[in-house]
T-cell receptor, first 113, second 117 residues
Framework: DAKTTQPPSMDCAEGRAANLPCNHS???????VYWYRQIHSQGPQYIIH???NNETNEMASLIITEDRKSSTLILPHATLRDTAVYYC??????????????FGGGTRLMVKP | EAGVTQFPSHSVIEKGQTVTLRCDPI?????LYWYRRVMGKEIKFLLH????????ESGMPNNRFLAERTGGTYSTLKVQPAELEDSGVYFC???????????????FGPGTRLTVL
């Protein structure tokens, strides 16, 4: 699975958009971009995933560049409860075989009042 | 619907003792995963069950770790004997079986914090 690079930490003002970048320059054509987050003292939580088109759900938006070498997770109106470590994971979507997640260091997002 | 539950939430044991962690996945989820984060390190995959069968145990660190999932429901992870470096947070996750859906997200439990003294 392709390696990802994320900034170790970011700050965001409450109510503003949080834009979390991820570089995955070695991504293969059949690899997807997944985002999970871990709020303090909780287990990781799935946010969103995509291949090449931009995706949006009730939690966030995912913008993937045309060359797919980088992506940005957008939390449109960050709240204090969005303070967490955000993980960008790139991997092939598989069936039951090989579904484990490979977590890197992630980005520690601090949302400030 | 209840989420993934783990027991105990915390465990403090001495080096050389045995500890058993339990995970109850979301009802109906065939896939069950164990991960752990040791101090200062990243979250690492340990193993993956599909129902009662071990699909992938490539992340298990050594033979002091034994995972079981009898009957394909809850799972246990036993560490025997525990060593200092086993301290960390152990997470369990579950996901639905692959029924042609492209990706089944993994739902994580809150973790068990293990401290080996």
């Amino acid at each position: 699975d392709a390696k990802t690079t994320q900034p170790p930490s970011m700050d965001c003002a409450e109510g503003r958009a949080a834009n979390l970048p991820c570089n995955h320059s070695t991504i293969s054509g059949n690899e997807y971009v997944y985002w999970y987050r871990q709020i303090h003292s909780q287990g990781p939580q799935y946010i969103i995933h995509g291949l090449k088109n931009n995706e949006t759900n009730e939690m966030a938006s995912l913008i993937i560049t045309e060359d797919r070498k980088s992506s940005t997770l957008i939390l449109p109106h960050a709240t204090l409860r969005d303070t967490a470590v955000y993980y960008c994971i790139v991997r092939v979507a598989r069936n039951n075989a090989g579904n484990m997640l490979t977590f890197g260091g992630g980005t520690r997002l601090m949302v400030k009042p | 619907e209840a989420g993934v539950t783990q027991f105990p939430s915390h465990s403090v044991i001495e080096k050389g003792q045995t500890v058993t962690l339990r995970c109850d996945p979301i009802s109906g989820h065939d896939n069950l995963y164990w991960y752990r984060r040791v101090m200062g390190k990243e979250i690492k995959f340990l193993l993956h069950f599909v129902k009662e069968s071990k699909q992938d145990e490539s992340g298990m660190p050594n033979n002091r770790f034994l995972a079981e999932r009898t009957g394909g429901t809850y799972s246990t992870l036993k560490v025997q004997p525990a060593e200092l470096e086993d301290s960390g947070v152990y997470f369990c996750a579950s996901s639905q079986e692959d029924r042609g859906r492209f990706y089944n997200e993994q739902f994580f439990g809150p973790g068990t914090r293990l401290t080996v003294l």
